[in-house]
């Protein structure tokens, strides 16, 4: 499932939905929120998940990435702490991007 918000007639954030991927005691996993580039939504995050709510009262599940922020949102928005896992991952960056090392190729 895909919310997003407008403003404007321009897509400023979207929230996505699916079936839990990893813990099949939860029926949705919350998969990514995401605002427009450069841009601020004050308040998106709990409009989309209030109208995700509003229609679905089942369980929701999501993961949060620490290096890119501390969860705060989740918080806020009444996510129960279950797990944080402590032990770093490895990444590699290029130009400011950032690449997961399963997305490349082994190195010998």
């Given amino acids: 499932m895909r919310y997003g918000l407008e403003y404007g007639g321009e897509l400023v954030a979207v929230m996505t939905f699916s079936k839990s991927r990893y813990n099949k005691n939860v029926v949705w996993e919350l998969v990514r929120f995401a605002n427009k580039l450069d841009t601020i939504v004050i308040g998106g995050f709990s409009k ?36 944080m896992k402590v032990t770093p991952s490895f990444a ?16 010998q």
Avoid at 53 to 66: G, L, M, P, T
Avoid at 72 to 81: A, E, K, P, T
Avoid at 93 to 100: A, E, L, R, W
């Fill in 48 to 83: 989309l998940l209030a109208y995700f709510r509003k229609f679905n009262s089942c369980s929701i599940v999501s993961y949060c990435d620490k290096s890119r922020g501390f969860g705060s949102v989740y918080i806020n928005q009444r996510f129960i702490l279950q797990n």
């Fill in 92 to 107: 590699w960056t290029d130009n400011y991007k950032v690449y997961n090392r399963l997305q490349l190729p082994e190195v």
